[in-house]
């Protein structure tokens, strides 16, 4: 059987999440392609190493292996002088869905883009991902806009932001 990885030597229910290597990209890569129909090239998930908001949340695997369960990618980009922080990219894989493993991921990356100055968050996602759009409004995300056209299939994406 596959666990998430509690985290800390006291097993509080959360999993471990920390920087992302390059060592994780491979299996970081895996998630992408089965997660998105449109899903990032290596190449660009490459580019983020190194970068803080750049996590992965751990599990023990069958022989207590640790493997990447998920991943989030953020960043900041300059808005008028305050940083706004932005979750690029996040992905939990199947089997580990719904153990609060992008919960864990959320939480951490907005304390990372807290760090950074950023007064508010934004993100995108597609109208139809009601469990994303679910664990958003959790988190306190609110529907900003919709930019129509957003993906490459022509789906429109809505846009949510959160203060920080
Ligand atoms: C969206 C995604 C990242 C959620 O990951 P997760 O680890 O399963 O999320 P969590 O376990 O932290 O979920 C927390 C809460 O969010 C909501 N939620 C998450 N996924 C949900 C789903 N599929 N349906 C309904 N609600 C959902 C629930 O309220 C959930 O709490 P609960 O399980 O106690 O009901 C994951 O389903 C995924 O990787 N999807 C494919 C990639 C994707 O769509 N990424 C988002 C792009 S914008």
Do not use: C
């Not at 097993?11 to 970081?28: H, K």
């Not at 953020?74 to 690029?88: C, E, F, R």
């Amino acid at each position: 059987m596959t666990t998430v990885a509690p985290e800390g030597p006291d097993g509080a229910d959360s999993p471990r999440v920390r920087q992302a290597e390059r060592a994780d990209l491979l299996e970081i890569h895996r998630i992408e392609q089965s997660a998105f129909p449109q899903p990032w090239p290596f190449s660009a998930l490459e580019s983020y190493l190194g970068e803080e908001g750049f996590l992965v949340a751990e599990a023990d695997g069958p022989e207590d292996v640790p493997s990447v369960a998920g991943y989030v990618v953020a960043d900041t980009v300059p808005n008028h002088g305050t940083p706004l922080g932005h979750i690029k990219d996040i992905a939990v894989r199947d089997e580990y869905r719904r153990e609060g493993v992008a919960s864990a991921l959320l939480e951490r990356a907005l304390g990372v883009l807290a760090v950074t100055g950023a007064g508010s968050v934004k993100l995108e996602v597609r109208a139809d991902n009601h469990g994303a759009r679910r664990l958003y409004r959790q988190f306190g995300f609110e529907h900003r806009k919709t930019i129509p056209n957003y993906y490459s299939n022509g789906e429109n994406a809505l846009v949510m932001v959160r203060l920080l």
